[in-house]
T-cell receptor, first 114, second 115 residues
Framework: AQSVTQLGSHVSVSEGALVLLRCNYS??????LFWYVQYPNQGLQLLLK??????LVKGINGFEAEFKKSETSFHLTKPSAHMSDAAEYFC????????????FGDGTTLTVKP | DTAVSQTPKYLVTQMGNDKSIKCEQN?????MYWYKQDSKKFLKIMFS???????INETVPNRFSPKSPDKAHLNLHINSLELGDSAVYFC??????????????FGEGSRLTVL
């Protein structure tokens, strides 16, 4: 069984401030973890993923996430928010990278204030 | 060239009608999916096909019937549409091996409105 919980359905930051979006997972086996971003009226696109290699994962657009097994967390961060980061962010868990399913969290809406 | 393309992008129809959404991927992926995103933006998997074989069938009413004529295509047919079917339906695909295995590539979505 697998599930993810995203704490905070809405996060608001000022431009230039740190972005922190939280994700906790539950998995019966070592998981594969993903962050996706969805801009308005678009499909989701991959930001980054963890697949049991390095625990600190760097993605596109300056985002990174750290896998912490002891905390069952995979929080997404970016040191300095940009107006273009405003979007919906989804954390997802998968038990394998082959023909399995990805289970998504409920999403976090990130607002960036000027 | 769009990697995962869905048609139509918008669909407005009356309750009780039957409608189809089509999806095609040109990425050479082995697995294709249908996800439903509701008005609160929650994403739920509906179906998944691996090499034309149905491998995931979540608790979805049997009014929904997927069909995969080949590895590159996955269609969704919905019978007797209900108000609660209004949502955005996303098609996605993924590779089964290699360093990008498991990553989902999404289409732009098909927004279905049932009146």
């Amino acid at each position: 069984a697998q599930s993810v919980t995203q704490l905070g359905s809405h996060v608001s930051v000022s431009e230039g401030a740190l972005v922190l979006l939280r994700c906790n997972y539950s998995s019966s086996v070592p998981p594969y973890l993903f962050w996706y971003v969805q801009y308005p009226n678009q499909g989701l696109q991959l930001l980054l993923k963890y697949t049991s290699a390095a625990t600190l994962v760097k993605g596109i657009n300056g985002f990174e996430a750290e896998f912490k097994k002891s905390e069952t967390s995979f929080h997404l961060t970016k040191p300095s928010a940009h107006m273009s980061d405003a979007a919906e962010y989804f954390c997802a868990v998968r038990l394998n990278t082959n023909a399995g399913k990805s289970t998504f969290g409920d999403g976090t809406t990130l607002t960036v204030k000027p | 060239d769009t990697a995962v393309s869905q048609t139509p992008k918008y669909l407005v129809t009356q309750m009780g009608n039957d409608k189809s959404i089509k999806c095609e991927q040109n990425l050479g992926h082995d697995t294709m999916y249908w996800y439903k995103q509701d008005s609160k933006k929650f994403l739920k998997i509906m179906f998944s096909y691996n090499n034309k074989e149905l491998i995931i069938n979540e608790t979805v009413p049997n009014r929904f019937s997927p069909k995969s004529p080949d590895k590159a295509h996955l269609n969704l047919h919905i019978n007797s549409l209900e108000l609660g079917d209004s949502a955005v339906y996303f098609c996605a695909s993924s590779r089964n091996g290699g360093n990008r295995a498991g990553e989902l590539f999404f289409g732009e979505g098909s927004r279905l409105t049932v009146l």
